[in-house]
C-alpha cells in the first residue's frame, strides 16, 4: 500500500494536480494536511483526503480527518491548532485519543518523520514554501508487511534520502 502526502502548497494548482497524476498507477489514494488555499471542490484537489489549515478558509474543509488503510488507523490534520511549531505534544495527545499509528500534519513547512512513542508522525513539508530545505517536498508513505516507511521526494521527484524513516507496528 502505497499513500502521497503532501501540504502547504498556498494557492498552487498544477503543482498539485501533477503529483497526483505523476503517481496515480502506484498509490491507493492521496493526503493533503491544509492550506491549500483552494476552494474545497477545486478540481485540483478531488480525490485527496483533505483538511483545513490556517489558511483555508472554506468550511467545509473538517479539522481533523480519520481514515484506515490495511488496518493502519491515519489521522490528518494540519497542525496550527495542536502547536506543531513548538512541540508535538498536543498532536502526540490526540494521537492517543484517536488511536492513530501514522499521523499527518503540516503547517510548520519543516520535511520530517518522527517515531514517538511507536507512532509515526509525518510533515510532508511544503511544496511552495519550504522551510530548513532548499526544495519544495513531498513524500510517500508506503505500508508492507506491518513496516511503515516514509521517503521525501522533491518536485522533481528526486528522493531525500536523509529523512526517510521506518516503523515497524508489529
Known amino acids: 500500500m502505497k499513500l502521497l502526502i503532501t501540504s502547504d502548497s498556498h494557492g498552487l494548482t498544477s503543482e498539485v494536480a501533477l503529483l497526483k497524476q505523476r503517481h496515480e498507477e502506484e498509490v491507493i489514494g492521496s493526503i493533503h494536511c491544509g492550506d491549500s488555499e483552494l476552494p474545497f471542490d477545486a478540481p485540483e484537489m478531488a480525490g485527496y483526503y483533505r483538511v483545513a489549515g490556517n489558511c483555508d478558509f472554506d468550511r467545509a474543509y473538517p479539522e481533523v480527518e480519520q481514515l484506515t488503510v490495511d488496518d493502519l488507523p491515519i489521522l490528518i490534520t494540519h497542525g496550527h491548532l495542536y502547536g506543531v511549531k513548538a512541540s508535538l505534544r498536543s498532536l502526540e495527545q490526540l494521537a492517543m485519543e ?27 513539508g511544503s511544496i511552495r514554501l519550504p522551510k530548513q530545505s532548499p526544495h519544495p517536498t513531498y513524500c510517500m508513505l508506503s505500508y508492507e508487511d506491518k513496516i511503515a516507511t516514509v521517503r521525501f521526494h522533491t518536485m522533481d521527484g528526486k528522493e531525500v534520502q536523509e529523512l526517510e524513516k521506518s516503523v515497524s507496528f508489529s
Open 98 to 124: 484517536k488511536d492513530a499509528k501514522i499521523v499527518c500534519y503540516g503547517h510548520s513547512h519543516v520535511a520530517r518523520a518522527d517515531v514517538i512513542n511507536g507512532r509515526l508522525y509525518i510533515n510532508p
